[in-house]
């Protein structure tokens, strides 16, 4: 309960008991008590309730919908920037089941920007995969996957519903040792709205990869654009 003689400001302990509802009785999407509710609840003015409600919609827990309400936050996926991994092994690492839905699956020649990007001559045989990345099922990332044909032989869609990285790696002993990546925001146009399950418009966080092998060869080159609301990236730097 709160206690109005605790150093502590009020609203900070309401933070917490929301907190524990959250963690102990609600779930994502859940509609939590009006902010009427928990000021009658508690004891404590509206004004306290809705700064303590902000504080948490600020911090990821909470998410406010316009003329609906306030719901329980789907809790955001972090992806350290410094680190190399595949998306399968970054949703494993997590304890999550990584998906992939191939919705595109084409052997296409490169334009001049693709081209550059893999270190080809235009119009060069390349793949061109368009996947959905799910993470425990749900929709996570729209991506678009290049690579030479010449250089990752073999590859197919089945291949590519699986882990492209690790059939490069076991099966043609090559390995992505680094990677270039650019990371912009973006609003979501009308194919990552529909292939997220989002609103045109919505944000999206966009990152242009290429990855390259031994002797700094490009290997891929990926356009991914994941839900703004369910991930987010993170970096270490140090001065």
Known sequence: MINKNSPTPIYSQLEQLIKELITKQLNPDDLIP?????????????????QAITNLTNDGYLQRKRGV????????LEQNLDHLTSFSEDMRSRGMEPGTK??????????????????????????????????????????LFYTSVDLV????????????????????????????????????????????HIKVGDPVLYISRVGLAENDIPLEFVQSFYRADRYKFKVKVTR
């Open 153 to 196: 032989t073999g590859l197919t869609k089945e291949i590519a519903e699986q882990s492209i990285y690790q059939y490069v790696e076991s099966e043609l002993n090559l390995s992505i040792l680094s990677a270039q990546q650019d990371v912009e925001a973006m609003v979501a146009k009308k194919r990552e709205a529909e292939a997220l």
């Open 69 to 76: 309400g306030t719901f329980v936050a789907l809790k955001k």
């Open 34 to 50: 009006s902010e009427r509710e928990f000021a009658e609840k508690y004891q404590v003015s509206r004004m306290t309730v809705r």
């Open 102 to 143: 191939v919705l595109e699956f084409n052997k296409i020649e490169a334009n001049e920007k693709i081209a550059q990007k893999l270190g080809l001559e235009e119009g060069s045989p390349i793949y061109e995969i368009k996947r959905l990345r799910l993470a425990d099922h749900l929709p996570i990332a729209l991506q």
